[in-house]
C-alpha cells in the first residue's frame, strides 16, 4: 500500500503516472486535480522520490507492527464469530500457540481500526417457545380480517405505565 496524501492512499500505478505525468509536463495543479491530492502532497510525493532515486516505496519508519495481516484478519473473524468475547479472550483464543503473543492493546486497536469498538452487544431475551406460538397463532386467526373488523379494536399508543412511585399527581 502506498503512502497517503490527506484522506487519499496513492496506489503504485498513481505513483508511476505522477512521475510520467510530470516528465511529459504536467502541472502540480493538474496532477493533483486528476489524483485527488493537494498540490504539496503532490511535490513532496516527487522529492521524496528524487531522493530515492526513483524508488516509490521506502522502508517504513517506527516500531514494526506485531501482527501481520493473518493475525488481523484472524482477529476480527473470531470477534465476529462471538462477539460477546473480550478483547483478551480473543488474545488467548486467536495468539494460543504464539510465544510472544501481542498485548490486549494491540487487539483492541486492530478491533477498532476495523470499526469494531470495544462495547459488549446487548443481550435480548428470546421469545419463549410457548409465546412464539401463541403470536403465530393469534397472526392466523386475524390473517383475514378486514379493515371493519380492525376498526372495533380500541388501541392508542399513548397509555402511562408507571412501573415504580408515582409521577406526583394525586
Known amino acids: 500500500m502506498g503512502r497517503t496524501f490527506g484522506n487519499k492512499n496513492l496506489t503504485d500505478n498513481d505513483k508511476r ?34 531522493a530515492q532515486d526513483g524508488s516509490t516505496n521506502s522502508q517504513r519508519t517506527g516500531r514494526p507492527r506485531v501482527t501481520d495481516r493473518n493475525d488481523d484478519r484472524n482477529i476480527l473473524k473470531t470477534s465476529r464469530t462471538n462477539p460477546r468475547l473480550t478483547a ?17 492493546s494491540t487487539v483492541k486497536r486492530r478491533l477498532n ?6 462495547r459488549r452487544p446487548v443481550k435480548k431475551p428470546l421469545i419463549s417457545e410457548k409465546n412464539r406460538v401463541a403470536r403465530v397463532k393469534w397472526a392466523k ?27 406526583g399527581i394525586q
Open 113 to 118: 481500526a476495523a470499526g469494531i469498538m470495544g
Open 141 to 167: 386467526e386475524h390473517l383475514n380480517w378486514t379493515r371493519q373488523d380492525w376498526n372495533k379494536i380500541l388501541s392508542s399508543d399513548e397509555i402511562k405505565f408507571l412501573l415504580f412511585g408515582s409521577d
Open 88 to 104: 483478551s479472550a480473543i488474545r488467548r483464543e486467536v495468539f494460543l500457540n504464539s510465544p510472544s503473543p501481542p498485548s490486549v
Open 17 to 50: 503516472a505522477i512521475v510520467v505525468g510530470r516528465q511529459n509536463g504536467l502541472t502540480m495543479m493538474t496532477l493533483a486535480g486528476m489524483f485527488g491530492v493537494t498540490e504539496a502532497g503532490i511535490s513532496q510525493f516527487l522529492k521524496r522520490q528524487k
